[in-house]
């Protein structure tokens, strides 16, 4: 989703060419000082163990890739894995830590939430009733056609 808009769209491609310009020099730095080896994104290997022991599903809890360098330094499949494996991204630094700690909160309750049969009756329950109700109405009415008839 895109969050900064600019007033024409050559003001737009001159911000996102200068963002790439300096995400190739991210990168070219980071090879030179040895930190671009993937090797070192073990987290998402972790990711991808975690998945596996859920039968190749997402975790029943939130996991995120916590990461402060990940938009200019991990490939476009790293990206699809952390995907794939369910996970949220995390950016460090963004908010203070307490915000953090709101948020995984709140993502927890949200987890928890899809696994309980209360929240998923309160939310459902009036979805339900609306599908059923032009069905109930049929079945009532063809009830009293035919005891009028009858």
């Known amino acids: 989703m895109t969050y900064f808009f600019y007033d ?6 001159r911000v996102e ?5 300096l995400a190739e020099e991210l990168k070219k730095t980071a090879q030179r000082l040895g930190a671009y080896d993937h090797r070192h994104a073990a987290g998402i290997q972790l990711m991808k163990k975690i998945y596996e022991f ?4 997402a975790p029943r809890f939130p996991m995120y890739a916590y990461t402060s360098k990940g938009p200019f330094l991990l490939e476009q499949s790293e990206w699809d894995n952390i995907s ?6 995390l950016l460090k630094n963004r908010v203070s830590p307490e915000r953090e700690r709101l948020e995984i909160k709140g993502d927890i309750v949200i987890a928890k939430s ?3 049969w209360l ?10 009733f609306w599908d059923l109700w032009p ?6 009415v063809f009830f009293f056609l035919g005891k009028w008839f009858s």
């Open 8 to 13: 024409s769209v050559e003001e737009a491609e």
């Open 17 to 21: 060419a200068e963002v790439e310009k």
């Open 54 to 57: 859920f039968g190749n599903k």
């Open 84 to 89: 794939k494996y369910g996970a949220e991204i």
């Open 114 to 116: 899809r696994r309980s």
């Open 119 to 128: 929240a998923w009756g309160k939310l459902r329950s009036r979805e339900f």
């Open 135 to 140: 069905n109930a109405a049929v079945a009532v």
